[in-house]
């Protein structure tokens, strides 16, 4: 056995436990918007020097994936009333 079989071990009976479930679920809400940041909106680089540019960048980043999210939520939305008018109408 290695010298680190213990800690793996341990670590092994404390995901099985409800807590960390629990903790791993808010983590993997996270990660599929953070792939998309990363992936489709070039996080992981900065364009520009200076934290405060850094920092609007990624600012502006986030927006953008909020919008691309919100606009087909807003047409399904609307889709949705739209439907009962034009089946009543």
Not at 29 to 49: F, K, M, P, W
Request: charged share 25%.
């Amino acid at each position: 056995m290695g010298e680190h079989h213990q800690h793996l071990q341990q670590r092994r009976r404390e995901q099985k436990t409800d807590e960390f479930q629990q903790r791993m679920h808010q983590r993997n809400a996270i990660e599929g918007t953070q792939s998309e940041r990363v992936r489709g909106h070039g996080l992981r680089r900065a364009r520009y020097r200076g934290l405060s540019k850094v920092r609007l960048q990624n600012y502006l980043i986030g927006a953008a994936c909020n919008l691309k999210r919100w606009i087909p939520h807003m047409g399904w939305e609307f889709r949705q009333c739209a439907a009962p008018a034009a089946a009543s109408g």
